[in-house]
């Protein structure tokens, strides 16, 4: 049994069938297990919600708002949030990645929601599946578990 | 026993064709009740579709391309600009 976390690009993949990379996610989680898990994190949420919610076409936001909802409220997804252990993944993701890539504390705040993403996913033991290659980075710093399922 | 008249068959298959051609009557008839009896044509012909296949069906065609660019444009604007507020003090 694997737990997955996919990214909040793999979702925008997954709902649009004109992607380029749309069948690969799908073929993707036709392979999978039923015992295995699949959730996203709070932050693609938080995501989600704020890029429908600025939609300025009211018939494309009503699109978007309605697989916002599906998603949400789909029976087998999860939708894993921050917590304590995670907070430990996050200070130690952080102080790897500033410490190996010699990034300054300024920057590397841009990367704070990543680092959150990642942390939450390593909290879980899931692997997180997106697209970024920050987080292919940060898998090879960490025991992070990491897949991108478009390539 | 129960007789059938099945009148006239047309196969549209040469390897089929051969098969009956060089068969007795009999044969041919013990191959049309093994054929009946199989588990062949009791099977599903489309596979049963795993969970996350159905979720994925649910999923698919939700949205379009002018959303999935507004979702890149509006996480890219959300990860790259966050920060932490700055505590130092002003003044």
């Not at chain 1, 907070?87 to 590397?108: C, P």
């Not at chain 2, 129960?2 to 006239?8: I, L």
């Amino acid at each position: 049994m694997t737990t997955y976390i996919l990214d909040t690009d793999i979702i925008s993949y997954l709902w649009d069938r004109k992607s380029p990379y749309h069948q690969k996610i799908v073929n993707k989680l036709n392979s999978l297990n039923d015992d295995d898990i699949v959730g996203l994190s709070i932050i693609s949420i938080y995501e989600l919600t704020y890029g429908m919610d600025s939609f300025k076409d009211e018939n494309l936001k009503a699109t978007f708002q309605n697989a916002l909802t599906m998603i949400k409220r789909d029976d087998d997804i999860f939708i894993y949030s921050l917590d304590v252990v995670s907070a430990d993944f996050f200070s130690e993701l952080k102080q790897l990645y500033k410490s190996s890539t010699g990034i300054n504390s300024k920057n590397a705040k841009k990367n704070d929601l990543d680092f959150m993403i990642a942390s939450i996913a390593m909290s879980q033991k899931a692997t997180l599946v997106s697209n970024d290659k920050l987080f292919e980075t940060l898998s090879n710093y960490t025991n992070m578990k990491y897949e991108n399922w478009i390539n | 026993m129960t007789n059938f008249k099945m009148g006239t068959i047309h196969i549209d298959s040469p390897k089929a064709e051969m098969i009956i051609k060089t068969s007795s009557i009999d044969e041919i008839r013990t191959m049309f009740i093994t054929f009946l009896e199989s588990d062949f044509i009791h099977k599903p012909t489309k596979n049963k579709k795993s969970k996350w296949g159905n979720f994925a069906d649910r999923m698919s065609g939700l949205t379009t391309p002018e959303i999935t660019e507004h979702i890149e444009n509006t996480s890219k604007e959300m990860r790259d600009s966050f920060s932490f507020r700055d505590l130092t003090p002003t003044n």
